[in-house]
């Protein structure tokens, strides 16, 4: 024979499914930011989280990289300014500077997918140069 569940064992199993912690609940602790390189180029890079010494990679053509910034405090849920310069002409020998500030995302954890993406694509069809989009 079946069992029936009470509106009361309803409720009080509803109550402790609440109570579970989830990923969205996980404590923050570090800002994160991820870009793709979608380009067939290699695009010479620099940055700094808002202090003065700048560093330097090139992020070779299809890779991915992320950053990330620790908080001071569990869900300090506020990082500094992370400032990105990139050499947005294609062309070997050739330099064009974009600056751009990027925001990251409040994550639990150090890794790519929970970062605040954004992706190197060609701007215009000649390909010679390209563009950072914000993707979210």
Do not use: C
Not at 110 to 128: E, I, T, V
């Amino acid at each position: 024979m079946a069992s029936l569940i009470t509106r009361r064992q309803a409720v009080v199993a509803a109550a402790a499914l609440a109570v579970v912690p989830t990923a969205a609940s996980a404590t923050n602790r570090f800002s994160v930011i991820s870009i793709s390189n979608e380009t067939q180029v290699n695009i010479g890079l620099s940055w700094r989280w808002s202090g003065p010494d700048w560093k330097h990679m090139k992020l070779a053509a299809g890779a991915s990289h992320w950053w990330s910034h620790k908080y001071d405090r569990p869900n300090e849920n506020r990082s500094p300014d992370f400032v990105l310069k990139f050499d947005s002409d294609g062309r070997s020998g050739s330099e064009y500077n974009d600056t751009r500030v990027l925001r990251g995302n409040a994550a639990p954890e150090q890794n790519f997918d929970l970062g605040h993406k954004y992706a190197f694509r060609y701007d215009g069809p000649s390909k010679r140069y390209v563009k950072l989009i914000d993707l979210g």
